[in-house]
């Protein structure tokens, strides 16, 4: 934006560029967008997104965000509370609970282990799982991303774990449901040959 | 999201989803990356569009966004008042600012004409545009987009204008600068034809 734009509206595009997956473009056309909202419209958005920051906690359980002091989905006694899937956020738990046929409990790392970006196991709520396995538990599903930090997050957990005498897995990799080998990637490829059963 | 989700998240993530080019997926996103902020940067963030949309103003001359009372170049005595540049919105002074070139004023209408979606000339800013060409105005540049309503309101601009006696031009049709013949698309290609120079 150049000299002549007003700086309350640099200053709104520069925050909105700080949201994930918005550039400076999208930041600036929805800086814009405020100035044509009413006062009222805008001022609810702001209460809304404070409201949000300081009503909302994690569980103290399994860590996913909820109003309460522990969550729906721990405090849910259909659930099974001795087998934890383990995820990196709460987007994972929704994932998989709009996937439905789930009926464990949760523990929400809140990031993955990236010695890189100096995340290591005090940076994530490591501490808060350990704690939950001197429990009764009898599976831990290690539901992180097949990425390079969520693979080495997974083997990071299972050493620790496996030890204790839990039974620990990891999600299935493999060919997506109706996607065509002709297109899938080699590793994807590799390991759903590896991984094949009986039928 | 779902029944688990706390209310305040599903609040935020909607009042993100009214912005222009947000879809539900990205809004949930942005609404749990809220959650991860620290809450002295979320009420930064919800001040910063308030200030923004009480501080901002349309000037009084040429209705671009401005802090003043009159915007920096309506009050440039180095550019040419007598020369006005009719825009849709003040994105697109920007635009014509950043490629540079043009010395005169600009006025910004605020919208376009569209019958369609209930926009007459009352909903835009037609009145004070009337209104300035009762001083001294050389010429009219119709700088509204190449679309639909960016025509229509071009042309019924020009009628008013017109014969008042004042100089109206259009931004020129053609191709643009470094596309190929080949994928031009037709109406293009025509008003490049029509339009052609002597060389």
Redesign the interface.
Known sequence: ?????????I??AE?FA?????GMK?A??????????T?DD???????????????RCCSVCQ????KET???CTDERRMNDVICVVE???D??AI??AGGFEGSYHVL?GLLSPMDGTGPEQIRMKELMARLSGDVAEVIMATNPTVEGEATASYICRLIKPMGIKVSRLAYGLPVGASLEFADDVTLVRAMENRNLI
């Open positions: 934006m150049a000299e002549y734009t007003p700086l309350p509206l200053l709104a925050q700080k949201l994930p997956g918005i999208t600036q056309r929805l800086a814009y967008h405020v100035l044509n909202m006062t805008v001022g609810h958005f702001a209460n809304t997104l404070i409201t949000a920051r300081e009503s909302v996913n965000f909820t109003e969550c729906v989905i956020s709460p987007r738990v929704t609970e709009r809140h």
